[in-house]
């Protein structure tokens, strides 16, 4: 048998890879019968509700579910926390009640006896000085770096101050400048949770978890089994972002109390609770002076942020990441964090680098207004050269490349102006801002089992999950390219931990992760089939190629035989391949580090403040695009998200009692159709890209739209809105402070 | 959610005899997009749920004399906003169209929309509608609350975004109970009312009256010989979607001549009641609607406004809505997005 090449076809040769096709599983998830862990429902179970702090600091006096056990069909109460315990967070579960239904469930929470002695409260998260003055602050790292270095005999932090003020009074251009950036929630639409069986010593989880492979442990640990007997299963899941990757404290209660009462038990986050626990990005709040040359290349940055990530651990936004993307020679950047009394942040998709894009990348673009100058040119500028790169991630090359595809698509030259400079319509104003991110995307472990079955059938055995981005087309195009199949014809089996072992999604790492192994397993069938085949018409198997439902030697028809009759020299049993790709391994199907230019159009109403988007442009490289329409997809609705972020989502906190505001759909603002305007996509694969690999894309294209959009508001008032989202009342506040 | 019994009547004088005279014991049921969330998050907790979808009488949209409108109460929304008979009141489409939401438009009802519970989140939240006593809204985040008629305890703001247009056109309330035979027809304004108290509610109903009908004024010869009435609703809304206005206006003025011969202005989502503004009524009379006057008119409406501590911004977004509901209502470019 030859030996296994490890590539992707050319563009020319590919029949799957990279053709536009329909979601596999997208008229399941039309017709409603793809089930969602909500949507599981176990004869006899029973449901879950618990008991959440409606303080936000505070201890427990005392905790008695008793009365509840007395509320018509209540089956068990359980306590989760017991008096004397502080809780730092609205919304942690005190107890909880399981019941023949919801509303008895609800009844039973209600009737809980809870005594608390309340502790002060703080969350004002964007406000160092009251957060100093409570002690609620800690370092969160730093770094300073200059081109000059300090002497033997120099104290480090003197030297930096004098260097950084020497730069600074050396540029041609400063800018100071405040900019911030709200905490947000997941808001999962499937909240966290599970339903949850206990079987014969067994235990059967139906969690909504990015992680199918990875969470059995975690339930087995907590409750004294071993993880063969756990079993994890989910088909599809209403939305994760990060936020989903254990069992988290719910889901071991849930199965606790199926241990106890014997039966089925579901458990899912009342929808507060899931805005309150199930997770929330860190805020950040920057300063920052920074001065340029006179061509307008920052020469020396100089900031501290400040931000929140709750409670537990307070790390707030990292200093790594600041400025974003752009790289300048001389630069100071510290970070503090503070505690606040909300539940602990999880990762959100690019964990820190939206909020990093938003606070600096703004600075960058007043840099632009204060000299006068294009956004556009400025940015360009401070990209540096490949060989002396401005920027970390993505090549400067690739940028600039992409930068003139978007200014092109957004019409650029046209519609841009200086800075509050534009034509008014009555008290409407419009402008453009762009940005730019980068982010790694590396593949993550993943092994398969891929059956080739000798009547022509071909399945895959794979613990990943399909967090609704189209990781099953993603697999189906990768086998129907190995074996010359329409990828319809591939046959899926994913979603469930008893499967071979795939990396959680998190990190944009699933789509390289799961094309090296299927690729690898494909190949590898492939090969084997290719042997007997070759024997059969007495060719060289290195000759031979699957392609339109045939085997044939490589270009000529004549010689082949069909794929099923193929199959059939396989012999009685299934071929089975396993795959497997082991993270971090150097490979050349795929890769990791990819860039992206986003620009946006908005017009802004003066008088209201309100701002709507008319255009977005994501231009985005990826490596090799294996589903181009599952990719354009994935930026849609990044950006979409990165609307909301930017113009509407924010969690609200009280500030005198803590309690999460807004923790309901109808409260919490999200970007509805009719805010989104036109989004325009650009699939950045020009072969130098496409030659690398598969590199992963669920992260990327939803770091950008912040600053994208923020600097576009700035172009059309000439003035910034400092802190995001930009709601009517800080673009009125904002004017305000400028007239 | 708290167990309860369900009735469904199927007259007007069944639904009397199964409400309750004590506060809270029931609630009556129509479109339940906000009776249901508040069920489930036992900030309501009735012994007894009225469903009144059943009742015919209070589902019919008919023409009376001298072209009277009236409009049952749980009539739906997109029903209403389909209604040839709705077409001479612009504001009232408007204010339908603003909601933005095919669900909270098909399953919600007139009455329902009118006397839906303030969406303050210290009162969604469990604390009450004037929790502790006003403070918690006075001292505590209240970018979305009042900036009119807020001196006392009660700093929510009114939710209905109809009842601005219904008042604007002189609508009137057919409500009865609660004996059988108590009827009574009330200007819509009078069904709103700021409480003082915890124990009042947001409207003058007792628990135990059932507002039936609402009855939109015609066009009387008369009337129609004084100049054409026309009006109109702007919200300004933060979003496209379903979201509650951060201010809106609704303005009906009859104009003869190209002069302004009647006026009202009414403010929405300002106030704990619908906000009649006779201030920036009174500046229009007598004059033809520009920009510059209808600016001054939404000048007037705010000119006693008293914002809280984080809402000042909402002084300006009603000035604006004012001045772009007269505008509108004049038939002139609004001007915004």
């Given at each position: 048998?030859?030996?296994?090449?490890?590539?992707?076809?050319?563009?020319?040769?590919?029949?799957?890879?990279?053709?536009?096709?329909?979601?596999?599983?997208?008229?399941?998830?039309?017709?409603?019968?793809?089930?969602?862990?909500?949507?599981?429902?176990?004869?006899?179970?029973?449901?879950?509700?618990?008991?959440?702090?409606?303080?936000?600091?505070?201890?427990?006096?005392?905790?008695?579910?008793?009365?509840?056990?007395?509320?018509?069909?209540?089956?068990?109460?359980?306590?989760?926390?017991?008096?004397?315990?502080?809780?730092?967070?609205?919304?942690?579960?005190?107890?909880?009640?399981?019941?023949?239904?919801?509303?008895?469930?609800?009844?039973?929470?209600?009737?809980?006896?809870?005594?608390?002695?309340l502790l002060p409260v703080f969350v004002e998260e964007d406000n160092l000085a009251a957060a100093e003055k409570a002690g609620r602050t800690s370092k969160g790292g730093g770094k300073v770096q200059t081109e000059k270095e300090p002497g033997d005999n120099d104290d480090e932090d003197e030297f930096?101050?004098?260097?950084?003020?020497?730069?600074?009074?050396?540029?041609?251009?400063?800018?100071?400048?405040?900019?911030?950036?709200?905490?947000?929630?997941?808001?999962?639409?499937?909240?966290?949770?599970?339903?949850?069986?206990?079987?014969?010593?067994?235990?059967?989880?139906?969690?909504?978890?990015?992680?199918?492979?990875?969470?059995?442990?975690?339930?087995?640990?907590?409750?004294?089994?071993?993880?063969?007997?756990?079993?994890?299963?989910?088909?599809?899941?209403?939305?994760?972002?990060?936020?989903?990757?254990?069992?988290?404290?719910?889901?071991?209660?849930?199965?606790?109390?199926?241990?106890?009462?014997?039966?089925?038990?579901?458990?899912?986050?009342?929808?507060?609770?899931?805005?309150?626990?199930?997770?929330?990005?860190?805020?950040?709040?920057?300063?920052?002076?920074?001065?340029?040359?006179?061509?307008?290349?920052?020469?020396?940055?100089?900031?501290?942020?400040?931000?929140?990530?709750?409670?537990?651990?307070?790390?707030?936004?990292?200093?790594?990441?600041?400025?974003?993307?752009f790289t300048p020679k001389n630069y100071r950047r510290l970070a503090t964090n503070i505690k606040t009394n909300h539940a602990q942040a999880r990762a959100w998709r690019a964990p820190n680098h939206p909020q990093a894009c938003a606070m600096t990348q703004t600075a960058l673009d007043d840099l632009?207004?204060?000299?006068?100058?294009?956004?556009?040119?400025?940015?360009?500028?401070?990209?540096?050269?490949?060989?002396?790169?401005?920027?970390?991630?993505?090549?400067?090359?690739?940028?600039?490349?992409?930068?003139?595809?978007?200014?092109?698509?957004?019409?650029?030259?046209?519609?841009?102006?200086?800075?509050?400079?534009?034509?008014?319509?009555?008290?409407?104003?419009?402008?453009?801002?762009?940005a730019i991110h980068t982010w790694g995307g590396g593949a993550n472990q993943s092994s398969c089992t891929v059956r080739v079955h000798p009547d022509g059938g071909v399945e895959t055995f794979c613990g990943t999950q399909d967090l609704g981005v189209g990781t099953r087309t993603v697999l189906a195009?990768?086998?129907?390219?190995?074996?010359?199949?329409?990828?319809?014809?591939?046959?899926?089996?994913?979603?469930?931990?008893?499967?071979?072992?795939?990396?959680?999604?998190?990190?944009?790492?699933?789509?390289?992760?799961?094309?090296?192994?299927?690729?690898?397993?494909?190949?590898?069938?492939?090969?084997?089939?290719?042997?007997?085949?070759?024997?059969?018409?007495?060719?060289?198997?290195?000759?031979?190629?699957?392609?339109?439902?045939?085997?044939?030697?490589?270009?000529?028809?004549?010689?082949?035989?069909?794929?099923?009759?193929?199959?059939?020299?396989?012999?009685?049993?299934?071929?089975?391949?396993?795959?497997?790709?082991?993270?971090?391994?150097?490979?050349?199907?795929?890769?990791?580090?990819?860039?992206?230019?986003?620009?946006?159009?908005?017009?802004?109403?003066?008088?209201?403040?309100?701002?709507?988007?008319?255009?977005?442009?994501?231009?985005?490289?990826?490596?090799?695009?294996?589903?181009?329409?599952?990719?354009?997809?994935?930026?849609?609705?990044?950006?979409?998200?990165?609307?909301?972020?930017?113009?509407?989502?924010?969690?609200?906190?009280?500030?005198?009692?803590?309690?999460?505001?807004?923790?309901?759909?109808?409260?919490?603002?999200?970007?509805?159709?009719?805010?989104?305007?036109?989004?325009?996509?650009?699939?950045?694969?020009?072969?130098?890209?496409?030659?690398?690999?598969?590199?992963?894309?669920?992260?990327?294209?939803?770091?950008?739209?912040?600053?994208?959009?923020?600097?576009?508001?700035?172009?059309?008032?000439?003035?910034?809105?400092?802190?995001?989202?930009?709601?009517?009342?800080?673009?009125?506040?904002?004017?305000?402070?400028?007239? | 959610?708290?167990?309860?019994?369900?009735?469904?009547?199927?007259?007007?004088?069944?639904?009397?005899?199964?409400?309750?005279?004590?506060?809270?014991?029931?609630?009556?049921?129509?479109?339940?997009?906000?009776?249901?969330?508040?069920?489930?998050?036992?900030?309501?907790?009735?012994?007894?749920?009225?469903?009144?979808?059943?009742?015919?009488?209070?589902?019919?949209?008919?023409?009376?004399?001298?072209?009277?409108?009236?409009?049952?109460?749980?009539?739906?929304?997109?029903?209403?906003?389909?209604?040839?008979?709705?077409?001479?009141?612009?504001?009232?489409?408007?204010?339908?169209?603003?909601?933005?939401?095919?669900?909270?438009?098909?399953?919600?009802?007139?009455?329902?929309?009118?006397?839906?519970?303030?969406?303050?989140?210290?009162?969604?939240?469990?604390?009450?509608?004037?929790?502790?006593?006003?403070?918690?809204?006075?001292?505590?985040?209240?970018?979305?609350?009042?900036?009119?008629?807020?001196?006392?305890?009660?700093?929510?703001?009114?939710?209905?975004?109809?009842?601005?247009?219904?008042?604007?056109?002189?609508?009137?309330?057919?409500?009865?109970?609660?004996?059988?035979?108590?009827?009574?027809?009330?200007?819509?304004?009078?069904?709103?009312?700021?409480?003082?108290?915890?124990?009042?509610?947001?409207?003058?109903?007792?628990?135990?009256?059932?507002?039936?009908?609402?009855?939109?004024?015609?066009?009387?010869?008369?009337?129609?010989?004084?100049?054409?009435?026309?009006?109109?609703?702007?919200?300004?809304?933060?979003?496209?979607?379903?979201?509650?206005?951060?201010?809106?206006?609704?303005?009906?003025?009859?104009?003869?001549?190209?002069?302004?011969?009647?006026?009202?202005?009414?403010?929405?989502?300002?106030?704990?009641?619908?906000?009649?503004?006779?201030?920036?009524?009174?500046?229009?009379?007598?004059?033809?609607?520009?920009?510059?006057?209808?600016?001054?008119?939404?000048?007037?409406?705010?000119?006693?406004?008293?914002?809280?501590?984080?809402?000042?911004?909402?002084?300006?977004?009603?000035?604006?809505?004012?001045?772009?509901?007269?505008?509108?209502?004049?038939?002139?470019?609004?001007?915004?997005?």
């Amino acid at each position: 048998m030859a030996e296994v090449v490890l590539s992707w076809p050319t563009k020319d040769k590919a029949t799957a890879i990279g053709k536009r096709v329909k979601r596999l599983d997208g008229p399941e998830k039309s017709n409603g019968t793809a089930k969602y862990t909500y949507d599981i429902n176990l004869k006899n179970q029973l449901i879950a509700v618990a008991l959440g702090c409606p303080h936000a600091h505070c201890k427990i006096k005392s905790l008695d579910v008793a009365p509840a056990l007395k509320v018509p069909g209540v089956v068990h109460a359980e306590p989760l926390r017991k008096s004397g315990d502080e809780i730092e967070w609205q919304g942690e579960m005190l107890a909880v009640i399981a019941a023949e239904t919801e509303a008895a469930a609800r009844e039973g929470v209600a009737a809980i006896a809870v005594e608390y002695e309340l502790l002060p409260v703080f969350v004002e998260e964007d406000n160092l000085a009251a957060a100093e003055k409570a002690g609620r602050t800690s370092k969160g790292g730093g770094k300073v770096q200059t081109e000059k270095e300090p002497g033997d005999n120099d104290d480090e932090d003197e030297f930096a101050d004098k260097e950084i003020a020497r730069l600074l009074k050396e540029a041609a251009y400063t800018v100071e400048g405040h900019y911030g950036i709200d905490p947000i929630t997941h808001c999962c639409l499937e909240p966290h949770g599970s339903t949850v069986e206990w079987k014969d010593g067994k235990l059967m989880v139906h969690l909504s978890t990015q992680n199918v492979s990875g969470t059995d442990d975690g339930f087995a640990k907590d409750l004294n089994i071993t993880a063969d007997d756990v079993t994890v299963h989910c088909d599809y899941i209403g939305g994760g972002f990060g936020s989903k990757f254990a069992p988290d404290y719910w889901g071991i209660a849930a199965a606790r109390i199926s241990k106890a009462t014997g039966r089925p038990v579901k458990f899912m986050l009342q929808r507060d609770q899931e805005l309150k626990l199930g997770g929330s990005r860190p805020s950040g709040y920057l300063h920052v002076k920074l001065g340029a040359n006179k061509d307008g290349v920052v020469t020396v940055w100089d900031s501290q942020h400040h931000g929140s990530a709750g409670a537990t651990n307070p790390g707030g936004i990292s200093h790594t990441v600041i400025p974003y993307v752009f790289t300048p020679k001389n630069y100071r950047r510290l970070a503090t964090n503070i505690k606040t009394n909300h539940a602990q942040a999880r990762a959100w998709r690019a964990p820190n680098h939206p909020q990093a894009c938003a606070m600096t990348q703004t600075a960058l673009d007043d840099l632009a207004m204060k000299m006068g100058a294009d956004s556009l040119d400025i940015f360009l500028k401070n990209l540096g050269t490949d060989d002396a790169p401005g920027v970390s991630g993505a090549k400067p090359s690739v940028y600039k490349a992409e930068m003139e595809i978007g200014a092109e698509l957004i019409g650029w030259k046209k519609l841009w102006h200086p800075h509050g400079k534009g034509a008014a319509k009555g008290s409407v104003v419009e402008g453009l801002g762009l940005a730019i991110h980068t982010w790694g995307g590396g593949a993550n472990q993943s092994s398969c089992t891929v059956r080739v079955h000798p009547d022509g059938g071909v399945e895959t055995f794979c613990g990943t999950q399909d967090l609704g981005v189209g990781t099953r087309t993603v697999l189906a195009l990768v086998l129907a390219e190995c074996f010359g199949l329409p990828y319809e014809a591939i046959k899926l089996t994913i979603g469930n931990s008893k499967l071979p072992i795939s990396g959680p999604s998190g990190g944009s790492t699933t789509v390289g992760g799961i094309c090296e192994s299927h690729r690898r397993a494909g190949l590898d069938a492939f090969a084997q089939i290719a042997a007997l085949v070759g024997k059969k018409l007495a060719v060289d198997p290195a000759t031979l190629e699957a392609v339109g439902g045939r085997v044939q030697v490589i270009g000529n028809p004549a010689k082949s035989v069909s794929w099923k009759e193929a199959c059939t020299l396989i012999g009685m049993k299934p071929l089975e391949v396993k795959g497997n790709y082991d993270r971090g391994t150097k490979s050349p199907l795929s890769n990791s580090q990819v860039g992206g230019v986003q620009f946006a159009h908005v017009a802004v109403d003066k008088e209201t403040g309100v701002i709507k988007l008319k255009k977005f442009v994501a231009v985005q490289d990826m490596g090799l695009v294996v589903a181009p329409q599952q990719a354009e997809s994935q930026i849609y609705g990044s950006v979409i998200m990165g609307i909301a972020y930017s113009l509407f989502e924010q969690r609200l906190t009280d500030p005198k009692t803590g309690a999460i505001l807004n923790a309901e759909l109808k409260d919490y603002k999200l970007a509805r159709i009719g805010d989104i305007g036109e989004i325009v996509v650009n699939l950045y694969e020009p072969e130098s890209e496409r030659s690398r690999g598969v590199i992963g894309l669920g992260e990327p294209p939803v770091i950008a739209p912040g600053a994208a959009i923020s600097n576009a508001v700035c172009n059309a008032l000439g003035v910034r809105v400092p802190t995001l989202p930009m709601t009517p009342q800080r673009v009125l506040a904002a004017l305000k402070a400028k007239a | 959610m708290k167990n309860f019994s369900f009735a469904a009547p199927r007259t007007e004088a069944e639904v009397l005899s199964v409400l309750s005279a004590t506060p809270g014991e029931t609630e009556i049921l129509a479109g339940g997009t906000d009776l249901v969330g508040l069920l489930s998050q036992m900030i309501l907790a009735p012994q007894r749920v009225v469903n009144i979808l059943d009742v015919p009488s209070l589902k019919d949209i008919e023409l009376l004399d001298g072209g009277v409108v009236s409009i049952g109460s749980a009539v739906t929304l997109d029903v209403l906003l389909a209604h040839p008979y709705l077409n001479p009141y612009p504001a009232i489409q408007q204010a339908i169209d603003g909601i933005a939401s095919l669900q909270l438009q098909c399953q919600g009802t007139l009455g329902g929309e009118m006397l839906q519970r303030p969406q303050c989140w210290f009162f969604r939240d469990g604390r009450g509608l004037l929790a502790g006593g006003g403070k918690l809204a006075a001292e505590g985040d209240n970018r979305f609350h009042a900036i009119l008629g807020n001196q006392g305890a009660a700093k929510f703001v009114s939710a209905s975004r109809i009842a601005p247009a219904l008042i604007a056109l002189g609508a009137t309330a057919r409500v009865i109970g609660p004996g059988d035979e108590d009827e009574k027809i009330i200007p819509v304004a009078d069904l709103f009312r700021t409480p003082r108290h915890e124990g009042e509610r947001e409207n003058t109903l007792l628990p135990n009256q059932l507002l039936t009908h609402i009855l939109l004024p015609g066009y009387k010869p008369e009337a129609q010989a004084r100049g054409i009435l026309s009006s109109a609703t702007y919200d300004v809304r933060h979003g496209a979607g379903p979201d509650f206005p951060l201010a809106s206006a609704a303005a009906a003025l009859r104009i003869d001549g190209g002069v302004v011969r009647e006026a009202r202005v009414v403010l929405g989502q300002v106030a704990p009641t619908p906000w009649v503004s006779t201030e920036a009524a009174d500046m229009l009379v007598g004059w033809s609607v520009n920009e510059t006057l209808a600016e001054a008119a939404g000048a007037a409406a705010v000119a006693q406004a008293t914002p809280l501590s984080n809402n000042e911004y909402k002084v300006q977004l009603a000035k604006v809505a004012v001045k772009r509901a007269i505008l509108r209502a004049a038939g002139l470019e609004t001007g915004g997005l």
